[in-house]
Protein backbone atom coordinates (compact mmCIF):
# COMPACT_ATOMS: atom_id res chain seq x y z
CA UNK A 1 0.00 0.00 0.00
CA UNK A 2 2.26 2.69 -1.33
CA UNK A 3 0.88 5.85 -2.42
CA UNK A 4 1.78 6.34 -5.94
CA UNK A 5 3.67 9.67 -6.76
CA UNK A 6 4.39 11.85 -10.22
CA UNK A 7 7.88 13.01 -10.57
CA UNK A 8 8.74 16.29 -12.75
CA UNK A 9 9.85 14.24 -15.22
CA UNK A 10 5.61 13.00 -15.30
CA UNK A 11 6.71 9.29 -15.19
CA UNK A 12 4.91 7.19 -11.99
CA UNK A 13 7.09 6.38 -9.40
CA UNK A 14 6.86 4.37 -6.01
CA UNK A 15 7.53 6.47 -3.16
CA UNK A 16 9.07 4.54 -0.48
CA UNK A 17 8.73 6.94 2.70
CA UNK A 18 5.27 7.47 2.03
CA UNK A 19 2.77 6.49 4.98
CA UNK A 20 0.34 3.58 4.45
CA UNK A 21 -3.15 4.13 4.17
CA UNK A 22 -4.77 4.19 7.82
CA UNK A 23 -6.34 0.53 8.49
CA UNK A 24 -9.35 2.11 9.26
CA UNK A 25 -9.46 3.01 5.75
CA UNK A 26 -8.82 -0.11 4.23
CA UNK A 27 -11.31 -1.91 2.29
CA UNK A 28 -12.45 -5.45 1.96
CA UNK A 29 -9.78 -6.04 -0.43
CA UNK A 30 -7.05 -4.25 1.53
CA UNK A 31 -7.78 -6.66 4.94
CA UNK A 32 -7.08 -10.09 2.06
CA UNK A 33 -3.56 -9.01 1.23
CA UNK A 34 -2.78 -8.40 4.83
CA UNK A 35 -4.29 -11.76 5.92
CA UNK A 36 -2.35 -13.01 3.15
CA UNK A 37 0.64 -11.82 4.16
CA UNK A 38 0.70 -11.74 8.02
CA UNK A 39 -1.59 -14.90 8.45
CA UNK A 40 -0.53 -16.99 5.25
CA UNK A 41 -0.71 -20.53 7.35
CA UNK A 42 -4.28 -19.85 7.69
CA UNK A 43 -5.24 -17.75 4.58
CA UNK A 44 -6.56 -20.32 2.28
CA UNK A 45 -8.66 -21.58 5.34
CA UNK A 46 -10.23 -18.12 6.66
CA UNK A 47 -10.41 -15.90 3.58
CA UNK A 48 -13.92 -17.22 2.30
CA UNK A 49 -14.62 -16.19 5.88
CA UNK A 50 -13.63 -12.88 6.14
CA UNK A 51 -14.92 -12.30 2.50
CA UNK A 52 -18.21 -13.33 3.35
CA UNK A 53 -18.60 -10.82 6.47
CA UNK A 54 -17.19 -8.11 4.42
CA UNK A 55 -14.21 -7.47 7.01
CA UNK A 56 -12.64 -3.86 6.20
CA UNK A 57 -10.05 -2.16 8.32
CA UNK A 58 -12.43 -0.57 10.89
CA UNK A 59 -13.77 -4.01 11.63
CA UNK A 60 -10.78 -5.63 12.02
CA UNK A 61 -9.72 -3.52 14.68
CA UNK A 62 -12.56 -3.97 16.32
CA UNK A 63 -12.43 -7.91 16.25
CA UNK A 64 -11.33 -10.17 19.75
CA UNK A 65 -11.01 -13.08 20.32
CA UNK A 66 -14.86 -13.96 20.65
CA UNK A 67 -15.71 -12.68 17.56
CA UNK A 68 -13.36 -14.51 15.35
CA UNK A 69 -15.12 -17.68 17.27
CA UNK A 70 -18.02 -16.44 15.58
CA UNK A 71 -16.68 -16.30 12.55
CA UNK A 72 -16.18 -19.75 12.30
CA UNK A 73 -12.32 -19.88 13.16
CA UNK A 74 -12.98 -22.74 15.54
CA UNK A 75 -9.15 -24.01 15.82
CA UNK A 76 -7.90 -22.35 18.94
CA UNK A 77 -4.34 -21.97 18.14
CA UNK A 78 -5.26 -20.38 14.61
CA UNK A 79 -7.80 -18.35 16.79
CA UNK A 80 -4.92 -17.28 18.55
CA UNK A 81 -2.13 -16.70 15.80
CA UNK A 82 -4.63 -14.37 13.68
CA UNK A 83 -5.49 -12.69 17.41
CA UNK A 84 -1.71 -11.99 17.45
CA UNK A 85 -1.38 -10.72 14.10
CA UNK A 86 -4.56 -8.27 14.92
CA UNK A 87 -2.88 -7.10 18.38
CA UNK A 88 0.87 -6.46 15.99
CA UNK A 89 -1.44 -4.29 13.48
CA UNK A 90 -3.02 -2.57 16.95
CA UNK A 91 -0.09 -1.71 18.08
CA UNK A 92 1.37 -0.76 14.52
CA UNK A 93 -1.56 1.55 14.17
CA UNK A 94 -1.12 3.13 17.48
CA UNK A 95 2.56 4.14 17.12
CA UNK A 96 2.08 6.03 13.89
CA UNK A 97 -0.95 8.33 15.50
CA UNK A 98 1.42 9.12 18.37
CA UNK A 99 4.59 10.04 15.83
CA UNK A 100 2.15 11.89 13.78
CA UNK A 101 0.60 13.93 17.19
CA UNK A 102 4.31 14.02 18.50
CA UNK A 103 4.84 15.64 14.90
CA UNK A 104 1.79 18.26 14.93
CA UNK A 105 2.85 19.13 18.56
CA UNK A 106 7.00 19.93 17.39
CA UNK A 107 5.10 21.50 13.90
CA UNK A 108 3.27 23.68 16.63
CA UNK A 109 6.27 24.34 18.64
CA UNK A 110 8.21 26.39 16.39
Not at 52 to 67: M, Y
Not at 88 to 102: F, G, W
Amino acid sequence: MVEEVVNPNNKSTKNKTARPRPVYLWNVLDVQKWLRRHCSDYYQLYHEKFLFHDITGRVLLRINENILLRLGIINEEHRMDIWREIMKLHLKTDILEIRDIERKNNSNDD
